[in-house]
């Protein structure tokens, strides 16, 4: 499936992450889905990511944050002296996830049990960057009582 945004691309402005963001989804759409994995919202501000790496120990896997990608990696070691394997059912090859992140989202911890990598991701927007609620005062505006101050000087 091709999916063309040009026509969106001309009509707007700063939204050219987003219509990247679509185009390389449609791309990746038929790609590999190893290993597989979970994304779940916990609150409002708070994510989770649990991916399946059933055989791959601490060292052979490497998670990496940057502006607004998580990558994570397994890269399996070719021993020698590997086992002889009549069958092998649990897939241990090496692998690369992308994972786009939204602004101000951040990795929190990253833990490895019983064959699951579990991340935990939470957004902090900043101080700067939160709306602010502004009160309003009664009475009369600034410049009606500094010219009414005035008034008052000048008439005594």
Do not use: C, W
């Not at 290993?35 to 060292?59: H, K």
């Not at 951040?106 to 019983?114: G, H, I, M, Q, S």
Request: hydrophobic share 45%.
């Amino acid at each position: 499936m091709r999916l063309d945004l040009t026509p969106y691309r001309r009509s707007t402005i700063g939204f050219d992450r987003l219509f990247d963001l679509l185009e390389t989804n449609a791309r990746s759409a038929t790609a590999e889905n190893y290993p597989p994995f979970n994304l779940e919202r916990l609150a409002e501000d708070r994510y989770r990511i649990t991916i399946a790496v059933a055989g791959f120990s601490r060292d052979e896997i490497e998670i990496t944050a940057q502006q607004n990608l998580l990558l994570v990696a397994g890269r399996k070691d070719e021993k020698a002296g590997a086992p002889n394997f009549l069958h092998v059912g649990i897939a241990n090859r090496s692998f690369e996830r992308r994972f786009e992140l939204a602004d101000f989202v951040f990795v929190e911890d990253a833990r490895l049990n019983d064959g699951l990598l579990v991340i935990d991701l939470v957004r902090e927007v900043p101080e700067a960057m939160k709306p602010k609620t502004i009160a309003i005062k009664t009475g009369q505006p600034l410049a009606a009582v500094e010219h009414a101050d005035q008034g008052e000087a000048q008439a005594a």
